[in-house]
């Protein structure tokens, strides 16, 4: 995935929960997915790493 498509999704997301009232859960989602693409490029650095 691209990082124009993260945005799109986070924006998604955003309007969905100002329209719930969810922003704690937007947030929250926010944060975790911050993480989970952070770690995905970290993996994808050692594995290039490796194969180097």
């Known amino acids: 995935m691209n ?3 993260y945005t ?3 924006l998604v997301l ?3 929960a100002f329209f719930t009232g969810e922003i704690v859960t937007f947030i929250m ?6 993480a989970l693409i952070n770690i995905h490029n970290t993996l994808k650095k050692m ?4 194969e180097d």
């Open 47 to 50: 594995v290039k790493k490796d």
């Open 29 to 34: 989602l926010g944060l975790i997915l911050i």
């Open 8 to 10: 799109l999704y986070a």
């Open 3 to 5: 990082n124009w498509l």
């Open 14 to 16: 955003g309007v969905v």
